[in-house]
């Protein structure tokens, strides 16, 4: 028996966007199987969680069982999608340009929008349509179709979430006691004014959230060197990254002109510059090691710090769910 509270607003709205641009609602408030071009089936499988799976070992005497860890498998989704003919357009011409949406090398998205929010899955085919008629669908203008499609990225994803820090007049510091850097020849530069403003960083979706970084130094600038964070956000004293709790990185100097781009997700490439393209020839072997965990709905201020005027630097905040549905509320 359904929700007696709940309306037609409050079903989970999905929608295909297919790669050549059409849009085709699926389910929610205004779909009609056997009115709306194309609905979907019964029992929808493979979208629902992102597959994971644990890894365990026993020696050949053990008694007991290791856990070795856990890994994300392959998302496999398997759709019924049923389509009909309408006024505008016959059962053919639907199931024809409902199929030239679906590519089996081009990702299209999936749109889920509920209460929580809007969240997307790019999908791909793994195989053709499945489209096996019992009889001919121009006799009742009807037929459905098995969609078997396969992410890349096997996370309900959510737009990016930013926050940005400029070097001005405002937020110049004067030190008592100034920062020395080494230069990258040998000696060292000192610093007794800075530029220090926080950003707002947050996670509320239940995976970790690996943060980008752009730095951005005005062509009409100087060379700067800028201080980010690489935050453990451990709070438990007996950890071993307890110690890395307030961790901060100072990004070697940057000439004026130079855009430079951090991303601290670990199959990416940490550094990108605009203007130097061995730019991880200069970063000693520093790489970045800490996401913020997932469940950190509090936003957490951190300071950035930097050592020249106009300066700017944009942290992203990836916003990537293991589900459709759920989240803070």
């Not at 609602?25 to 205004?30: K, Y």
């Not at 520093?286 to 509090?298: A, G, H, K, L, Y």
Request: hydrophobic share 35%; no cysteine; proline share 8%.
């Amino acid at each position: 028996m359904g929700d007696p509270l709940m309306t037609a607003q409050d079903l989970i709205k999905l929608e295909w966007h297919g790669h050549d641009g059409s849009v085709w609602p699926l389910s929610g408030e205004g779909v009609m199987p056997g009115i709306s071009p194309v609905s979907l089936g019964l029992s929808p499988k493979g979208i629902w969680e992102t597959p994971r799976s644990t890894i365990w070992s026993q020696g050949a005497f053990q008694q007991s069982a290791t856990f070795d860890g856990d890994k994300v498998d392959m998302m496999t989704a398997v759709l019924r999608v049923d389509f009909a003919s309408t006024t505008e357009m016959t059962v053919q011409q639907v199931y024809s340009r409902f199929r030239r949406a679906w590519s089996t090398s081009k990702q299209g998205t999936l749109v889920a929008t509920t209460g929580e929010g809007i969240r997307k899955l790019k999908l791909q085919l793994i195989e053709n349509l499945s489209y096996e008629p019992e009889f001919d669908p121009n006799f009742n203008g009807w037929g459905f179709v098995v969609i078997q499609a396969r992410p890349t990225w096997p996370f309900w994803v959510e737009d990016d979430v930013y926050d940005l820090f400029k070097a001005s007049a405002e937020n110049r510091v004067n030190l008592t006691t100034p920062i020395v850097l080494p230069n990258g020849n040998g000696g060292t530069t000192s610093y007794s004014v800075v530029y220090r403003e926080t950003v707002r960083l947050s996670n509320p979706t239940d995976w970790p959230s690996f943060l980008k970084w752009t730095i951005d130094n005005p062509a009409s600038g100087s060379t700067v060197r800028v201080q980010i964070p690489d935050l453990s956000w451990e709070t438990d004293p007996e950890e071993d990254d307890y110690e890395f709790r307030n961790r901060a990185i100072w990004v070697p100097s940057l000439a004026p002109g130079e855009n430079l781009v951090i991303d601290t997700y670990p199959d990416h490439e940490t550094w990108r510059s605009n203007i130097n393209p061995m730019f991880v020839g200069r970063s000693a072997g520093v790489e970045f090691d800490f996401p913020i965990p997932e469940d950190t709905n509090e936003p957490v201020d951190v300071p950035i710090t930097a050592t020249a005027l106009g300066v700017s630097v944009m942290v992203t905040m990836r916003r990537n769910w293991s589900s459709m549905l759920g989240g803070w509320v």
